[in-house]
């Protein structure tokens, strides 16, 4: 779908750290220079942007030896509208509509001028078209968290008719990697755990057996799965490993790992989502948006912070209009 495209400022209004810290004390929503365009990037003005825990543990400074250089504008999701076109970018135009994850490697010389902003500049490979059914709002809540889901399930050779244990069912990665274990990858059976007020959201996303942690350890449970996913980083518990079959394996998002349990970090690339159009057009996988958002541009820091919190319900959006 192609919109119409404003002329494009030279300033523009972007969240932005000079040093590393809390939210409150770092970030600031300031004027800065609109981002250079090299050749095989897209100028996209930004309608909707999405965090992501990384974001944050990188604001925090956990990333210091790989991170790109301070200042930093966060943020890896985006969608939004392409402004302009570099000058050897063939598949993108403007007015196109798009969404993506705009850093390949998500830990290693992430961009520097990120998403939450009014524009941001990207390479072409890493954008898709925007689903045609899906607001800027609801697009803008996929790429990294849902190409994390699919990237692990390749890597851990999901097959249909597999079963499938995802921990952390209710947040931004674990919703998305419940629906496409079940509906993308066909498992025959997804078991996710979640606490108690979100045991309802975590059924309705396709889970065939919900496991509350507040009153069961999935450790406890007589289930074994060939796939565990794990979005919370409690694989390191030896009782976990058991709950993986024989000739299994395990997708561990974040903290240390046990065999035969594997970590990985993200790839962003737009041929990923074009592989989900379908199921993204069909309705078949649903993008899930935090109730709490979305937050509007000026509250971007509540926004982080109630991220922080680590309760969030899906994915937490900023309208960047
Ligand atoms: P979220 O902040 O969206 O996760 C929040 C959710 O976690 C909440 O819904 C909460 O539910 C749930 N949760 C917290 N503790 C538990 C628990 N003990 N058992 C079950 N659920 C729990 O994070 P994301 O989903 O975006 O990311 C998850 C992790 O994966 C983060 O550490 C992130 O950095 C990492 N990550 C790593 C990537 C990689 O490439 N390696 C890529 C993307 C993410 P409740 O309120 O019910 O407890």
Redesign the pocket.
Known sequence: MASTVAAIPSLHKAWVYKEYGAAKDVLKLEELPVPPLAPDQVLVKVHAAAL???DF?RRLGKFKATDSDLPTVPGYDVAGVVAKVGSEVSSLKQGDEVYGDISEF??DKPKQWGSIAQYTAVEEKLLAIKPRNLSFIQAASLP??IQ?AQ??FDKAKLRAGQSVLV?????????LAIQLAKFVYGASLVA???????LGLVKSLGADIVID??EKNFEDMPERYDVVFD????FWEPKGTNVVKEGGTAV????PVNPPGF????TSNGSNLVRLKDFLESGTVKPVI?PKGPFDFGSVVDAFCY??G???????VISVL
């Open positions: 992501n825990p990384v543990k998500a830990l990294l968290a994390t990237e692990g921990l952390g069912g209710a947040g931004g990665v674990g919703s996710a755990t979640t606490s108690t007020p979100k942690y507040k979005a919370v980083g409690m561990v998002l974040t903290g970590r990985f970090v993200v935090d991220l922080e680590g309760r969030a319900c899906g994915k937490v």
